[in-house]
């Protein structure tokens, strides 16, 4: 082969490989355009449909009682029992722990000895009392007879004066036995007194239960000195409990009382019915949030006080409404807005929407039953409004 020929057979080659790559990648464009352009795009599609939308308040609590009492002596004293532990049931006016009572007791028997020599001293001037009106009598009776004899004659005024002197005496010892048996009565009362304060203090050095209900607190011991108010046990009624759960300012307007609920216990499968039994009137500063009580229609399972719990609360109902999945629901700067199908194309819509359950939104404006509304790929990932889609 002649050198020209070589030449031209070199040249034709490069040329063949230089075109078959600008055809690769003309190829490879063309692909890339038409996945990105013109592909239909794989998408979940869902039908809005018409069925029943709940809304519902969530909030995070803890398990109160509606009774709780910190409950102690009345008085100053030294522990003697504790007769409940913590974990104990007790029934209303259950003895729960006493103080020691010796020096109660011997103040007591003192007071009732005051009472007895009162009583003794009582009936010595009741005697004396009966021997002074003998006396007086008989002196009366003497002055009587020497005032007749006087008149007669009979006796000079010296014996009529000690008769009348007589009576002056025996007068005024009566009078002193009244003064000394009104002021010994006196002191029967005060003594009966001292002695039911001291029989009240022995009652009062037992501690009683003031409502059924569980200890879960003993924070005192015996040979604890206790003061007045101090706190021996904590009782709560299990049987009267709610659920204080915080929730979001912003459902305040749509509670009110009686509104049907559940409680979720940890670990619980199912939850427990309950209902809004209060509303708090102040919101928490910080947080934004209000305070409401769900009390639940009855509990089977045990349950801690302080224990955590979520309720939810219905607030709303609305049936067979048109109604598309939360999920498909998306939000920019403008505002909220979905992806649906419009002859075959995908296309931005802005529907107006109603109440929000917890799977589905309700549609006022903008869909009709039946339309197709599209899921994107991912969370964050928007759909390309004017491609064709199809269903994986």
Same mark, same amino acid.
């Given at each position: 082969?002649?050198? /020209?020929?070589?030449?031209v057979?070199?040249?034709?080659?490069?040329y063949?490989?230089?075109?078959?790559?600008i055809?690769?990648?003309?190829?490879?464009?063309?692909?890339?355009?038409w996945?990105?352009?013109?592909?239909?795009?794989?998408?979940e599609?869902v039908?809005?449909?018409r069925?029943?939308?709940?809304?519902e308040?969530?909030?995070?609590g803890t398990?109160?009682?509606?009774?709780?009492a910190?409950?102690?002596?009345?008085?100053?004293g030294?522990? /003697?029992?504790?007769?409940?532990?913590e974990?104990?049931?007790?029934?209303?006016?259950q003895?729960?722990?006493?103080?020691e009572?010796?020096?109660a007791?011997a103040d007591?028997r003192?007071?009732?000895?005051?009472v007895?020599?009162?009583?003794? /001293?009582?009936?010595?001037?009741?005697?004396?009392?009966?021997?002074?009106?003998?006396?007086?009598?008989?002196?009366?009776?003497?002055?009587?007879?020497?005032?007749?004899l006087?008149?007669?004659?009979?006796?000079?005024?010296?014996?009529?004066?000690?008769?009348?002197?007589?009576?002056?005496?025996?007068?005024?010892?009566?009078?002193s036995?009244?003064?000394?048996?009104?002021?010994?009565?006196?002191?029967?009362?005060v003594a009966?007194g001292?002695?039911?304060q001291?029989?009240?203090?022995?009652?009062?050095?037992?501690?009683?239960?003031?409502?059924?209900?569980?200890?879960?607190?003993?924070?005192?011991?015996?040979?604890?000195?206790?003061?007045?108010?101090?706190?021996?046990?904590r =009782?709560?009624?299990?049987?009267?409990?709610?659920?204080?759960?915080?929730?979001?300012e912003t459902?305040?307007?749509?509670?009110?009382h009686?509104?049907?609920?559940a409680?979720?216990?940890?670990?619980?499968?199912t939850?427990?019915p309950?209902a809004v /039994?209060? =509303?708090?009137?102040?919101?928490?500063?910080q947080?934004?949030?209000v305070?409401v009580?769900?009390?639940p229609?009855?509990?089977?399972?045990?349950?801690?006080?302080?224990?955590?719990?979520?309720?939810?609360?219905?607030v709303?109902?609305?049936?067979?409404?048109?109604?598309?999945?939360?999920?498909?629901?998306?939000h920019?700067?403008?505002?909220?807005?979905?992806?649906?199908?419009?002859?075959?194309? =995908?296309?931005l819509?802005?529907?107006?929407?109603?109440?929000?359950?917890a799977?589905?939104?309700?549609?006022?404006?903008?869909?009709?039953?039946?339309?197709?509304?599209?899921?994107?790929?991912?969370?964050?990932?928007?759909?390309?409004?004017?491609?064709?889609?199809?269903?994986?």
């Amino acid at each position: 082969m002649s050198s /020209s020929a070589s030449t031209v057979l070199r040249r034709a080659l490069g040329y063949a490989r230089r075109s078959l790559w600008i055809v690769i990648v003309a190829g490879v464009a063309l692909f890339v355009a038409w996945a990105r352009l013109w592909k239909p795009v794989e998408v979940e599609a869902v039908a809005v449909d018409r069925g029943d939308i709940t809304q519902e308040a969530f909030g995070r609590g803890t398990i109160e009682s509606q009774r709780e009492a910190a409950v102690g002596f009345d008085m100053v004293g030294r522990l /003697s029992e504790v007769l409940v532990d913590e974990g104990t049931r007790v029934t209303l006016g259950q003895e729960l722990a006493r103080l020691e009572t010796n020096q109660a007791e011997a103040d007591l028997r003192s007071a009732q000895t005051g009472v007895d020599a009162a009583r003794s /001293s009582l009936l010595r001037l009741a005697a004396a009392e009966e021997r002074a009106r003998v006396l007086l009598v008989g002196a009366e009776r003497e002055l009587t007879r020497s005032q007749a004899l006087f008149d007669a004659g009979a006796i000079p005024a010296s014996e009529r004066d000690a008769a009348s002197d007589k009576v002056r005496v025996a007068r005024a010892d009566l009078n002193s036995v009244l003064a000394q048996r009104s002021e010994a009565t006196r002191g029967i009362d005060v003594a009966a007194g001292g002695a039911e304060q001291r029989r009240v203090a022995m009652v009062r050095a037992t501690l009683l239960a003031p409502f059924a209900g569980l200890v879960t607190r003993r924070l005192r011991e015996p040979g604890d000195t206790v003061a007045v108010g101090s706190t021996v046990l904590r =009782i709560v009624d299990t049987d009267r409990v709610f659920v204080n759960a915080a929730m979001d300012e912003t459902v305040l307007a749509l509670l009110a009382h009686e509104q049907p609920g559940a409680i979720w216990f940890p670990g619980a499968k199912t939850p427990v019915p309950g209902a809004v /039994s209060k =509303i708090s009137y102040e919101a928490d500063r910080q947080t934004h949030e209000v305070f409401v009580e769900v009390t639940p229609e009855r509990l089977d399972r045990r349950v801690a006080i302080g224990q955590r719990a979520d309720v939810r609360v219905v607030v709303a109902v609305r049936q067979q409404v048109l109604r598309v999945p939360v999920r498909l629901v998306h939000h920019d700067e403008v505002g909220p807005f979905v992806y649906a199908d419009r002859n075959g194309k =995908i296309e931005l819509i802005r529907p107006k929407f109603g109440l929000t359950g917890a799977e589905h939104v309700e549609v006022t404006e903008g869909l009709e039953e039946g339309d197709k509304v599209l899921a994107a790929p991912a969370k964050g990932i928007s759909l390309p409004v004017g491609r064709k889609w199809k269903a994986p």
